[in-house]
């Protein structure tokens, strides 16, 4: 027969019920998953995103379900899957604020700019990142412009309309960022790289409006200088990979 009541080890206390017991084990489990609640509400909130960024991949790879094994958007998700951030190639990573169409959109640029940069051998000086709010595609200054110039090269051509066709296919906004390395330039025309790497992306961006056609409002132009390099500048390759133009994608909300 099953004893209903259990007493203390000294014997003098009053019973305890087992019920009671497993009531008082389980509270004790509920404080401390409270407790750990806590501790996730003060996350630092780099932990708290890539908390967030575990249940996105699902959806990604019910894309990619959806897709055909031989579809160019399907080898590009399987290709960029688990790539690392840094260095050039092209990067893909799930962020919280990128969902539905507007990620798909995102993925399908990427996808045809990349397939673009590739199938034209010119991996070497270019490639496509993706970024917090759309993707980047950088471009060394060699394949733009001339050295020293603001006059876009003739064979930069393709990619810039390569680059409209992207914009009003998915209705992208586009930054231009133009950056030099630290050899100072002083011509009558460009007194300092400041002159230069703004000259150039407003070159680009004129070349958007008149050829592409995109609206001015979906279309910024800036240059830095040589104050945002992504390496030394003590050799010649590590400058010539500051010499460079970024074209920060985007989706564009507004009205036109």
């Not at 051998?121 to 001339?146: C, L, Q, Y």
């Amino acid at each position: 027969m099953n004893e209903e009541y259990k007493k203390d080890k000294g014997g003098g206390g009053a019973p305890v019920a087992s019920w009671e017991v497993i009531y008082c084990s389980l509270a004790l489990i509920l404080v401390a998953f409270f407790a750990m609640l806590v501790s996730y509400s003060t996350v630092e909130e780099n932990k708290m995103t890539n908390f967030i960024r575990g249940f996105s991949v699902s959806s990604e790879k019910t894309m990619m379900d959806g897709l055909s094994s031989s579809s160019a958007l399907r080898k590009f998700m399987a290709y960029t899957a688990g790539r690392k951030t840094g260095g050039g190639g092209t990067i893909l990573r799930n962020t919280p604020d990128m969902i539905g169409s507007d990620k798909k959109s995102v993925v399908m640029g990427m996808s045809s700019l990349t397939e673009f940069i590739e199938n034209a051998g010119i991996g070497n000086v270019a490639h496509v990142e993706r970024t917090d709010t759309g993707f980047k595609a950088t471009f060394g200054s060699s394949v733009m412009f001339p050295s020293g110039v603001a006059t876009i090269n003739k064979n930069a051509i393709p990619y810039l309309d390569k680059m409209i066709a992207v914009m009003k296919k998915n209705k992208f906004s586009v930054r231009i960022e133009g950056h030099t390395d630290n050899v100072p330039i002083q011509t009558e025309q460009f007194p300092s790289n400041w002159e230069l790497s703004t000259a150039r992306a407003v070159n680009v961006l004129r070349y958007f409006l008149d050829k592409g056609k995109i609206p001015p409002m979906r279309l910024a132009a800036v240059g830095f200088s040589e104050y945002h390099p992504i390496a030394s500048n003590d050799t010649t390759k590590e400058r010539q990979t500051n010499r460079r133009v970024e074209f920060y994608f985007e989706i564009y909300r507004g009205e036109e």
